[in-house]
């Protein structure tokens, strides 16, 4: 199994930003990928971000967060981070990383979540 772990949640100024970090331990493929998601009371999760973890590192974000997020890795940790800029009230969420373990699209492991709020 794969264990995921995120952090770096916390409270932050309409503005600011904030760093999460997501690390995946356990048996993993060579090949796989990892997301971000999130997901706000009374609405349903929401695609945020995601790295190809090896070979290509193309990434795809969602057009809400285009060009104000950045998804990156750390190979050496099984780290993936995701840079928040310019944060807004509406980016308040509980956010969630996932690892697609086979890079097949679909998310087979997913981590606990951890708090992002934005105050205006």
């Known amino acids: 199994q794969v264990q995921v772990v995120e952090s770096g949640g916390g409270l932050v100024q309409a503005g600011g930003s904030l760093r999460l970090s997501c690390t995946a331990s356990?048996?993993?493929?060579?090949?796989?990928?990892m997301g971000w998601f999130r997901q706000s009371p009374g609405k349903e999760r929401e695609f945020v971000a995601r790295?190809?973890?090896?070979?290509?590192?193309?990434?795809v974000y969602a057009n809400s967060v285009s060009g104000r997020f950045t998804i990156s890795r750390d190979n050496a940790k099984n780290t993936v981070y995701l840079q928040m800029n310019s944060l807004k009230p509406e980016d308040t969420a509980v956010y969630y990383c996932?690892?697609?373990?086979?890079?097949?699209?679909?998310?087979?492991?997913w981590g606990q979540g951890t708090q992002v709020t934005v105050s205006s």
């Open positions: 996932a690892v697609d373990l086979r890079r097949l699209g679909t998310y087979d492991y």
């Open positions: 356990g048996r993993t493929f060579s090949s796989y990928a």
């Open positions: 790295i190809n973890w090896s070979g290509s590192s193309s990434t």
